[in-house]
């Protein structure tokens, strides 16, 4: 069955860096799109970083040039390096993985939240100025 589960939330003062885990366990192979969202309270869940198939990228203004996504090597964990942190980042961190094949330009530009299958359980992330 498969599961996404989250790691490496925590509270960080302005200027600091957090890591996120996204351990993907139970695929049969490597998801075609995955994302990172976030949620603050009050607010819409918002698509801020997404990774397709052959490594491409793409970010939400609101975090471009600060955050990378990534994997690892082995393709088991997916990962959210968040450095310059702002209080504006304060929120709950979930990743997100499709369940079926879909084209690197779909994935990047046009993916809906509703395409994703399957999500982490949410690690808090707090950022302190």
């Known amino acids: 069955q498969e599961q996404l589960v989250e790691s490496g939330g925590g509270s960080v003062q302005a200027g600091g860096s957090l890591r996120l885990s996204c351990k993907v366990v139970?695929?049969?192979?490597?998801?075609?799109?995955l994302a990172w969202f976030r949620q603050a309270p009050g607010k819409e869940r918002e698509a801020i970083a997404r990774?397709?198939?052959?490594?491409?990228?793409f970010y939400a203004d609101s975090v471009k040039d600060r955050f990378t996504i990534f994997h690892d090597t082995a393709k088991t964990t997916l990962y959210l390096q968040m450095n310059s942190m702002n209080p504006e980042d304060t929120a709950t961190y979930y990743c997100?993985?499709?369940?079926?094949?879909?084209?690197?330009?779909?994935?990047?530009?046009?993916?809906?939240?509703?395409?994703?299958?399957?999500w982490g359980q949410g690690t808090q992330v707090t950022v302190s100025s």
């Open positions: 990774i397709s198939i052959d490594d491409s990228t």
């Open positions: 997100a993985a499709v369940g079926q094949a879909f084209i690197r330009a779909y994935c990047l530009n046009g993916i809906m939240r509703e395409d994703f299958d399957y």
């Open positions: 139970g695929y049969a192979y490597w998801p075609y799109c």
